[in-house]
């Protein structure tokens, strides 16, 4: 493969079946220049990119090592998921470890309000987040704070093959942090974060959004309906309550049915604290 560009000294684009390509690699550009040879055995990853143009200026404008990083961690958030994660997360991802690096430098630590909702919804991407985090520490030597786990875990999700979008990722997590917020409210309990009841409330929530954006249902029959509202009166009153709030603050609307199983999830709920 010869290359076209030299991108640092751990990446360039080369030409391979025709086609501009970026290739990865522990020191790949060391003492090359553009038309030179790479060696195939010196290539850790190559990929193909739309986005060729933004990576180029991104790399231009952070530290090398502020890629390197990055891409040890997509490697590891790969390997982990046994999966390959959108092309994208190459510019997203090294965009956001270098900010989030120059921040930590500075001593300028975001409090991420959806900790403990990441923490749960996404289990592996956030096992990866905390990897990473230790990795920048060990690597950069600063201190990165977990709210930074659960960041990385976003981008991770989302770069996942069906993954999602997003800004969509994040209004439907800070959409399950206001329904929780409002079942605790309305209950006036406290909730153990690290109760499976807990897990399986926010899990429920999530598959409950999830279902309504791809027009799924999760029935029920009328006759177990009925039963529900009448054995846990409370636990359907505080599911009816969320409902209606989501209602008229976002003008999303849970079929009767759901609002039969949520009300099962904070009966399981109640009964823990």
């Not at 991802?93 to 900790?115: C, M, P, Q, V």
């Not at 959409?175 to 897990?199: P, T």
């Not at 209602?247 to 199983?261: M, N, Q, S, T």
């Amino acid at each position: 493969m010869k290359i076209t560009k030299i991108l640092n000294n751990n990446a360039v684009i080369v030409i391979q079946d025709g086609r501009e390509k970026i290739a990865i690699g522990s020191g790949i550009a060391f003492q090359k220049k553009r038309n030179d040879i790479i060696i195939g055995s010196k290539i850790e990853k190559i990929f193909v990119m739309q986005e060729n143009d933004k990576l180029v200026q991104l790399l231009s404008r952070i530290p090398e090592e502020h890629f390197t990083i990055s891409e040890e961690i997509i490697t590891y958030a790969e390997e982990y998921l046994n999966t390959r994660l959108n092309e994208h997360i190459h510019i997203a991802l090294t965009d956001h470890i270098s900010f989030a690096i120059e921040r930590a430098k500075d001593g300028i630590n975001l409090n991420n309000r959806l900790l403990h909702e990441i923490r749960v919804l996404y289990r592996s991407e956030f096992e990866i987040g905390l990897w990473a985090i230790q990795h920048i520490n060990n690597t950069c030597q600063v201190e990165m704070p977990v709210d930074e786990a659960a960041y990385i875990a976003l981008h991770i999700h989302t770069m996942k093959i069906q993954g999602g979008d997003l800004h969509q990722t994040i209004r439907q997590t800070n959409l399950i942090k206001g329904m929780v917020l409002s079942i605790k409210q309305y209950l006036n309990i406290e909730m153990e974060e690290n109760d499976i009841s807990y897990h399986r409330l926010i899990t429920h929530l999530r598959f409950a959004l999830t279902r309504l954006n791809q027009s799924e249902l999760h029935m029920m029959d009328e006759e177990m309906l009925v039963m529900i509202q009448k054995k846990f009166p409370v636990g359907y009153s505080c599911a009816t309550h969320i409902a209606k709030e989501l209602k008229d603050e976002h003008g999303i609307e849970f079929p009767e049915e759901e609002l039969g199983y949520i009300a099962l999830h904070i009966e399981r709920l109640r009964k823990q604290v």
